[in-house]
């Protein structure tokens, strides 16, 4: 009984398929194991061929029988390879990532169409961070699409040895163009929630930790682009295994482990930058916890990148244990792309349940008696509201508050924070409409009795 294969004896075998299928015009379309099978029915049928006759038999122009006589020779000893070919595994690929990919989509265009419609009921126009989602939208839909030809263009069978040169080279081709592009998608969702956050609040401390990041996630995403861009002296190298001149200087894996890590840090600073402005909004205790748990929500983004770049990981050297599947790195991207595109949805979202649901999330009683004692309790302590009214119509409560105009304090929190922006991009004011008069509200859930008015325009 045959002794099992090594992982070199494997390595060895798929690295044998590669070199001799694709070194071959005659052998382009025909699995590569065909070119190592013939070239030991070679050898049978004429014992004493010479290497230049070999070379002639596959096609080889100078170039090519320099590389392969330098990797390969003596001919008669690599044709033993094909006798190992049995005891090789033959693994399937996975399969497509067309079922993935489709619900994916369907979910992100549904949270897509609902945080714009979100925006444009509530506060009656699309905020320039909106339109930076929706770009980052349709860079994560044409990915995953080129994801899904990816998957399909290398065949049903994960080993070079169960596949033709063209396959191996189209699939490479395609996750190469993945490889490269990934990282300025990424970089497009960070940067649209990151001038959502630069646009909740002018608390400068959120400020600056928004551009640190930003600054940090352009430079990564940028160095990661261009690594793997130019990671040989021909962008297209795939084109050029036979060509002495080619040289590949950056690690490619060590490139994409360095980007990949600076990335899910990154990622992580963007979920938790609003934190500390959440904290600071006076909110029921329930209402805080779901305002964390909304942003929250990224992390399960980061846990998709990190699971991605452990599939990079194990799928980067091509070859090894006789697989070649780049079908985990593609399911996990766009696992990860969609996921982090509709966790910063989520604020929006929270948004126009409050407006249509609010008993779904909201604390206590929204109706007019509450707030009316609510005001009650507030308008005593302060002498800059001349007066408040109140009115309800078709479910929503409508509060006009009528400013002092010879107070000396500005409508804004205590601390001198605009959190009145902070609270609408949260969610928790659905409509703010300014005029010289005074400020509307409709507020679909009661605040803390200790919560000043002013605190919530």
Request: hydrophobic content about 45%.
């Amino acid at each position: 009984m045959a002794e099992p294969l090594t992982q070199s004896d494997i390595f060895y075998i798929t690295l044998t398929c590669y070199y001799w299928g694709s070194s071959s015009p005659r052998f382009t379309y025909e699995h590569t194991s065909e070119a190592v099978k013939s070239l030991a029915q070679l050898y049978l049928d004429y014992p004493n061929i010479a290497d230049n006759q070999v070379a002639g038999y596959y096609g080889w122009d100078n170039k090519t029988y320099d590389i392969m006589a330098m990797n390969f020779a003596p001919f008669n000893e690599t044709a033993l390879a094909a006798e190992l070919l049995p005891l090789a595994p033959h693994p399937r690929a996975t399969g497509s990532v067309l079922p993935l990919f489709v619900v994916f989509t369907v979910v992100s265009t549904v949270v897509m169409a609902l945080r714009l419609w979100s925006r444009w009921s509530l506060l009656g126009r699309i905020q320039i961070f909106d339109w930076a989602a929706l770009f980052s939208y349709f860079l994560i839909v044409a990915w995953g699409a080129y994801g899904v030809h990816a998957s399909l263009v290398g065949g049903d069978m994960a080993s070079w040895c169960d596949r033709s040169y063209f396959q191996i080279k189209q699939q490479s081709i395609a996750y190469n163009i993945g490889m490269t592009t990934y990282p300025m998608v990424v970089l497009s969702i960070k940067l649209a929630l990151l001038i959502f956050y630069y646009q909740l609040s002018t608390w400068a401390a959120l400020r600056t930790a928004v551009l640190i990041t930003g600054f940090i996630s352009v430079g990564n995403a940028f160095g990661g682009f261009f690594a793997f861009l130019f990671q040989c002296n021909r962008v297209n190298f795939w084109d050029a295994e036979f060509d002495l001149s080619l040289e590949c200087k950056v690690r490619t894996l060590k490139a994409i482990l360095g980007t990949g890590v600076v990335n899910i840090i990154t990622d992580a600073l963007v979920w938790v930058i609003p934190m500390p402005l959440v904290w600071r909004l006076q909110l029921y205790p329930r209402e805080r916890i779901i305002a964390f748990f909304t942003f929250g929500l990224g992390g399960i983004a980061c846990v998709a990148a990190a699971v991605r770049l452990k599939a990079v990981q194990d799928s980067i050297r091509f070859g090894i244990n006789g697989k070649d599947s780049i079908l985990p790195i593609i399911a996990w991207g766009i696992i990860e792309l969609n996921l982090a595109l509709i966790c910063s949805s989520a604020p929006a979202l929270r948004a126009l349940l409050m407006k249509h649901v609010p008993k779904l999330i909201s604390y206590g009683s929204n109706g007019v008696s509450d707030i009316k004692s609510m005001f009650k309790r507030t308008s005593g302590t302060s002498g800059r509201f001349a007066g408040t009214r109140v009115r309800s119509a078709v479910g929503k409560t409508h509060i006009r508050v009528h400013s002092d105009p010879q107070s000396p304090v500005s409508p804004q929190s205590p601390h001198g924070k605009d959190t009145s922006t902070a609270s609408i991009g949260i969610g928790y004011i659905e409509y703010e409409k300014r005029d010289s008069t005074g400020t509307e509200v409709e507020l679909p859930i009661q605040h803390p009795p200790h919560a000043r008015v002013d605190e919530l325009v």
